[in-house]
């Protein structure tokens, strides 16, 4: 673990160096007055499989970016010493992601399921804007275990709509630990022309995470088709999954766009794969080399953005069965 997570500072430090040098080429996007609220939800049961409720079952999270230049003075600093000159906002989001086992109804899932966890956080970060790189900074700090609430939201909508409730909770369940998280990400915005009257572009990307919850190095990249492209870099997502960030600016009345887009992911630690960091709980083997596929349509409308993702996903643990795991995240975003 060590070793890996000095490779992923040196990915940082390397990173916030060239790309620094790059943006300082780029134009600075005009200012926009207006925050941004987000809600989004990701969720399992929208899915081709026999399996639904299981492995990655939910995220929710409420987000709050501010207008740009409404930045604390400490922060504006480390973005314009890290990447140079460029429009700034920051966010704010609280979050909740749930997990569970295929195996829900018995009680007592056998050996070499996923553990049951809920995890809660509180994300800060500070966003820095060109007309051609998005660049992303902060930390996630909150708690894992039956204190995040894991158990009290699934089984109390599953009452809500007359399901059953999982059971297994109080028996195979990562425990409680608080997490903290350091996360990083830049995104490229590439115009690639026209096709059938139709702008597009490519948003490459690369972010890292390094804490006691997750320690991983991502990289892909999105192709999108559609009208005001430039009014923003890709549609968002729960932590974490890749995203384009909550912040964008409508540069028409109707923009749009479809995409398509795929991931790689180094995965040095996974506490909620591998179980607690500093007690006994439940633990399976994790695959350390993980991939995504994602498809979907945005568009903003007066102001307001909503966008869609299918997200079909490689195993993150050895044992992991009924093949690539699937969800949908449906996000909605509004301009005050």
Do not use: C
């Amino acid at each position: 673990m060590a070793r890996a997570s000095s490779v992923i500072a040196r990915l940082i430090a390397a990173s916030g160096l060239s790309l620094a040098a790059s943006s300082a080429l780029a134009a600075v996007p005009p200012p926009d007055p207006q925050a941004i609220w987000t809600f989004q939800d990701e969720n399992a049961s929208i899915t081709s499989s026999d399996l639904p409720d299981r492995y990655y079952v939910n995220g929710l999270l409420l987000g709050y970016t501010s207008p740009t230049e409404d930045v604390p003075d400490f922060a504006s600093r480390i973005g314009r010493d890290l990447w140079g000159e460029g429009r700034q906002r920051v966010s704010v989001n609280i979050g909740q992601s749930i997990y569970t086992p295929a195996d829900t109804t018995s009680g007592h899932p056998p050996a070499g399921d996923r553990p049951f966890a809920g995890v809660l956080t509180a994300d800060f970060a500070l966003l820095q804007d060109t007309t051609t790189t998005r660049s992303i900074i902060g930390v996630d700090i909150g708690l894992v275990g039956p204190d995040a609430g894991g158990q009290l939201v699934q089984n109390g909508f599953h009452s809500i709509i007359g399901q059953k409730g999982t059971r297994g909770w109080g028996t195979y369940q990562i425990q409680d630990e608080p997490v903290a998280e350091f996360v990083s990400a830049r995104i490229w915005r590439l115009n690639t022309g026209t096709l059938g009257g139709l702008e597009t572009d490519v948003l490459p990307d690369v972010s890292v995470g390094l804490g006691n919850l997750r320690i991983y190095a991502m990289t892909g990249g999105v192709i999108r088709i559609g009208q005001g492209l430039q009014s923003d870099f890709g549609v968002p997502r729960v932590f974490p999954g890749p995203s384009g960030g909550d912040a964008y600016t409508p540069v028409a009345p109707f923009d749009w766009y479809a995409f398509v887009g795929a991931h790689g992911e180094g995965v040095a630690h996974d506490m909620l794969i591998t179980g607690n960091n500093f007690r006994t709980s439940p633990t399976v083997s994790l695959v350390p080399l993980q991939g995504e596929l994602e498809i979907g349509l945005a568009m903003i409308l007066d102001g307001v953005r909503i966008s869609y993702t299918q997200a079909f996903q490689t195993a993150e643990f050895r044992t992991q069965r009924a093949g690539l795991h699937q969800f949908g995240s449906l996000a909605a975003s509004f301009r005050f």
